[in-house]
């Protein structure tokens, strides 16, 4: 079964730096897909994020970024020029795809505070 | 831009009952789901839904729980005798189609669920 570790509980940074939220992983599959998701205190969760497996080039959104190490099994998210609104829970999720079946998996989760 | 949306926002029920969260996902959307957080915990998966069949369910979708889609547009779980331990928010997503090489799961603003 895959399992996904998030190992820093919070998190804080002040505003206008950089982050970088930790996450490891662990999958005997090949071919999956690695996310981050914002969950800002209205509780709605946001795709910040999303990396394929099987490209090398780590993905980039604006401001976030992500160093994915396959090897290593591991999908750090940087977050650069911090802003207040970046405050939230993020939470990195591991997705297959077996079949029709396409589910997801969370870590438990790194709460961010950005500060003035 | 499309949304998935969800009804009711907080439901408060008593232990015994019977609940039903709606769900109504983006409309050329072919696969949805459904995912729980008790508060202060990770995001898990509870079930898949595909061509009016469940695709996946976890351990924790037992015989209380079913899905269905009564209709072109609604996506409902059904809690047939709710415990204190199904307190939780409970969210609905969907996604457009598996392909090899992402499947973005769009979530719903979630189902707050008290049971007293």
């Known amino acids: 079964a895959q399992t996904v570790t998030q190992s820093q509980p919070e998190m804080s940074v002040q505003e206008a730096e950089t982050v970088t939220l930790s996450c490891t992983y662990d999958?005997?599959?090949?071919?999956?897909?690695l996310f981050w998701y914002k969950q800002p205190p209205s509780r709605q969760m946001i795709l910040v994020i999303r990396?394929?497996?099987?490209?090398?080039q780590n993905a980039t959104e604006n401001r976030f970024s992500v160093n994915f190490q396959k090897a290593a099994k591991s999908f750090s998210l940087k977050i650069s020029d911090s802003q207040l609104g970046d405050t939230a829970m993020y939470f990195c999720a591991y997705g297959t795809t077996t079949g029709t079946a396409s589910k997801l998996t969370f870590g438990t989760g790194t709460r961010l505070q950005v500060t003035l | 831009e499309p949304e998935v949306t969800q009804t009711p926002s907080h439901q408060v029920t008593q232990m015994g009952q019977e609940v039903i969260l709606r769900c109504v996902p983006i409309s050329n959307h072919l696969y949805f789901y459904w995912y729980r957080q008790i508060l202060g915990q990770k995001v898990e998966f509870l079930v898949s839904f595909y061509n009016n069949e469940i695709s996946e369910k976890s351990e924790i979708f037992d015989d209380q729980f079913s899905v269905e889609r009564p209709d072109g547009s609604n996506f409902t779980l059904k809690i047939r005798s709710t415990k204190l331990e199904d307190s939780a928010m409970y969210f609905c997503?969907?996604?457009?189609?598996?392909?090899?090489?992402?499947?973005?799961?769009?979530f719903g603003p979630g189902t707050r669920l008290t049971v007293l």
């Open positions: 999958t005997s599959e090949n071919n999956y897909y």
């Open positions: 990396q394929e497996a099987y490209k090398q």
């Open positions: 997503a969907s996604s457009e189609f598996l392909s090899s090489s992402y499947n973005e799961q769009f």
